[in-house]
């Protein structure tokens, strides 16, 4: 997969390259991520990419020749096709399924804002989608570009040195993770709970499936609402449910 990140600061995209699952997935040829600066598109001797915003108010907006130049130049640098995505507050909410979306795909062009964000006629003519990764004000789009990048990456076939990591990673099936323990058995008086020492792999099974149920519904109840579980996920939370006397969904 082929990645372009158009952004002022390509440093903070590429010091993060070689760490973990996504520097494994550069290493084995499974990604490459290149950068394109919108400052090499301007033409004064002061680099300008930005400027006061028409109408007034605080801030600058990045201008529309540097960033739209830079976008047509990374977006050349993919495959035909590719989505040309703008990390923006006023995107729709990333998610795993938005993640697997993008990890099916030949390549991914990431469009990292500054200050107050693009000359909205970037948007209209060089952006073919917005995606945002929370409700908060970060001060750019270089980290989001980097969640995108990591999340993708990981579901790359081959990132992964267990192939089963993705498909029971949290969010995978639509619900939260299990808890986890390793060595020792016991810590400062915690045990390790007793079915996960049995060795019976169905009873592990279904004790995993339960712990995740139940953890989604007591923070994350918005990942079951409205949304199809599978028959096994369901029946289990409608157990959880009627031990709470509480009407199953």
């Known amino acids: 997969m082929k990645i372009q990140v158009v952004t002022l600061f ?118 073919d989608r917005e995606l945002s990764i929370g409700d908060y004000v970060l001060s750019g789009g270089e980290l989001p570009a980097l969640v995108v990048i990591d999340a993708v990456a990981r579901l790359l076939p081959g990132a992964l040195g267990d192939a089963r990591s993705s498909v029971e990673d949290s969010f995978a099936a639509g619900l939260l993770d299990w808890p986890h323990y390793t060595r020792p058995e016991v810590f400062e008086g915690l045990g390790v709970p007793q079915v996960l020492l049995s060795g019976n792999h169905a009873d592990i099974r279904r004790w995993r499936l339960e712990q995740a149920v139940a953890r989604t519904w007591a923070r994350r109840p918005d990942l079951i609402a409205g949304r199809e579980l599978s028959s096994e996920a369901s029946r289990v939370l409608n157990e959880l449910l009627a031990a709470r006397g509480v009407r199953s969904r």
């Open 10 to 127: 390509p440093e903070m995209i590429g010091g993060a390259l070689g760490f973990g699952v996504v520097g494994r997935a550069v290493e084995r040829g499974l990604l490459s991520v290149g950068t394109e600066d919108p400052r090499a598109h301007t033409s004064d001797v002061h680099r300008t990419v930005d400027d006061r915003p028409y109408g007034g108010g605080p801030g600058m907006v990045l201008k529309p020749e540097p960033m739209l130049a830079a976008i047509r130049a990374a977006h050349g640098r993919l495959p035909q096709g590719s989505p040309r995505i703008y990390l923006s507050a006023q995107g729709e909410s990333f998610g795993q399924g938005q993640a697997r979306e993008l990890a099916g795909l030949a390549g991914l062009l990431l469009v990292a804002g500054r200050y107050e964000g693009l000359d909205e006629r970037v948007v209209e003519l060089g952006i």
